[in-house]
């Protein structure tokens, strides 16, 4: 069995291997110049680069109340060369997906558009993506993913005759979807399964410094993507904030850092404000991927907060 170094060196020496790509679109002016410097990732085989720094549908994009806020950092996003959003209709009870529907309007091209459905069955799953797709002002999705699996149970569902996985092959088959992704923050096991029982393009877990105290998503569920060359989204990158100040980490480029330094394809993060978008941005544009005495050094600030609760209150 693989030392903690050990492992974090074999998952280093992957990321090493990932071909960086830049956006090179537009003209030469500022704004292509800017995009140009954050810096793309494969997502897995499915033949799209991705840029290291996502934008998440949560925090401001998914309040209906701060609509042009949300559109707002949407718009300056894609500008500074995010090319990947994710969302939800469950996020903001469809606001998050009525906002970037907003910019989708006009800027789908620009765009790696990432939904998602929590509904277990076909019946469902084919009601859920018609109001998506409304709210979202497009006809496709890039990526359609099996929303928080959390147990066997909703493994058995999403799997049966009648489960939502049949739904997102026909949807595949149509084009109204390109690839499928499953997610989940809850159990790594589960999601092992998951992957393990169906061919999915991607996998949205969680990952971050903390949890690898406890219940892990690394080291079993991440090394299994890497081998089926998933593309690999991390979310609860900062466990919402929990893991800065105090006992924690001293600052967002140490909890970013850390999730880049592993062979994930980017990492999606929700955002407050303008600023808050700038500075993830100029974080990855600054990347330089950790050593493994580094990445133990981050783990090890995390242990004393960790003890404040269970891996739930990092995986959230």
């Known amino acids: 069995m693989l030392s903690r170094r050990d492992f974090l ?24 110049l800017q995009a140009s410097e954050l810096p793309r990732r494969p997502l897995g085989d499915t033949g799209h680069d991705v840029s290291l720094f996502s934008l998440g549908g949560e925090a401001t994009v998914e309040r209906g109340d701060r609509r042009e806020e949300a559109v ?38 620009e765009a790696f558009l990432a939904s998602k459905t929590h509904e277990r069955g076909y019946d469902g799953t084919m009601r859920l993506i018609e109001g998506s797709l409304e709210r979202l002002q497009t006809d496709y999705l890039d990526l359609y993913q099996l929303h ?3 147990t066997e149970e909703d493994l058995r569902q999403i799997f049966a005759d009648d489960g939502a996985i049949h739904a997102l092959e026909e949807l595949r088959d149509e084009g109204v979807i390109e ?42 569920l991440l090394q299994e993507a890497v081998e089926q060359e998933l593309g690999i989204v991390a979310m609860k990158v900062m466990a919402r904030g929990r893991l800065l100040g105090g006992e924690g980490l001293e600052s ?11 062979p994930v394809s980017t990492a999606i993060v929700g955002i407050s404000d303008i600023s808050q978008l700038e500075e993830n941005i100029a974080l990855a544009r600054e990347f330089s991927s950790l050593t493994a005495e ?4 981050i783990e090890e ?6 003890e404040e609760g269970n891996f739930f209150k990092f995986s959230w």
């Open 9 to 32: 060196k074999s998952m280093l020496a992957v990321t090493a291997g990932l071909t960086l790509s830049t956006a090179m679109t537009g003209d030469l002016g500022n704004k292509a």
């Open 72 to 109: 707002e950092i949407i718009n300056r996003a894609l500008d500074e060369g995010v090319n990947y959003i994710d969302t939800s209709p469950t996020y903001g009870d469809g606001a998050s997906e009525e906002n970037i529907g907003r910019v989708m309007a006009s800027r789908r091209e």
């Open 148 to 150: 928080t699996i959390r």
């Open 179 to 220: 690839n499928v992704g499953i997610t989940g923050h809850y159990d790594p096991d589960v999601l092992l399964q998951g992957i393990e029982e169906y061919d999915f393009d991607t996998i949205l877990l969680s990952l971050n410094a903390a949890d690898v105290h406890s219940h892990p998503f690394q080291e079993e």
């Open 252 to 262: 967002a480029q140490q909890a970013l850092d850390y999730v880049w330094s592993f």
């Open 294 to 297: 580094e990445m133990e050094e």
């Open 301 to 306: 600030r995390t242990a004393a907060v960790e």
